[in-house]
């Protein structure tokens, strides 16, 4: 059964990601309000109690900020570790607690959280899988570890964050203090260090990246992908796109052959 992805929208105003298999739809995080949570899903003509489940990457508010709203206003499932769960102020009898590299069947899907580096939580990217294919979800993190690499390598489909451009934000208007925070190895990744990342984990497997979570003040959509594709050369003939703050905008459709525009006007890509 082939698997899609698609970014409801992504930056520090609030992320969610719908991964479906079939009839199985999770959330990966909530960072918006019930109502903007509910109109972006009826866009993909969805609601909200048809989705199995939501798994949150961390606590910061633009990606678990809208979990405990979606919890009881709709009573969707929440899936996250405990430090996750205790800043959020989770209903624990309603949570499921998993640890780093427990694997989560949730219907068709199962979902592999891989821990990654970000400072003040807990935080883990994840990796979506059908039995077939693999889309790995990755957002937040400052600096990329060994064990990341393993887990992504191959995936046949990447999202992850380019945060900002090096130059804009050393350059740019961002008090001293917060340029380190972002820039450190608790932060956000670099267009500069995405490109990298990528060029360790990206083979002939991988057939669609986004590139996701871009500072509105210190990045570009033209520069975070040029850069990204400097760093892949030939390494990557797939499809790149970006996820910017107000989405749905495009779905990734896994192990399919053509790309078409949906009847609603997005753009899906069979790869
Ligand atoms: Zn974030
Ligand atoms: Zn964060």
Known sequence: MPMSVTHLGTGSRGN??????????????????GREFERRLSLMEIQPHEIDAILLTHHHGDHGGGAAIAQRRFDI??????????ALNLELSKVRIFESLESLEIGKLSLLPVPVPHSGAD??????SNGQERAAIITDLGSWTEELVTHIHGCQHISIEAN????????GPYPMRLKERIGSRGGHLSNHQTGEFLSNVVTAETKSIVLTHLSERNNLPHL????????????????????LQDGPEFTHHLSANESEIDARG????HL
């Open 16 to 33: 969610a990601t719908l991964v479906e298999c079939g009839e199985s739809k999770v959330i990966i995080d909530q960072g918006f309000s």
């Open 77 to 86: 499932p929440i899936l996250c570790n405990d430090r996750t769960a205790t």
């Open 123 to 128: 935080n883990v990217g994840f990796i979506a």
């Open 164 to 171: 900002y451009d090096h130059n804009k934000l050393w350059n």
């Open 224 to 243: 975070a992908e040029s850069t990204v594709l400097y760093h892949l050369e030939d390494q990557f003939e797939g499809d790149i796109r970006i996820s």
């Open 266 to 269: 997005r753009i899906s890509l």
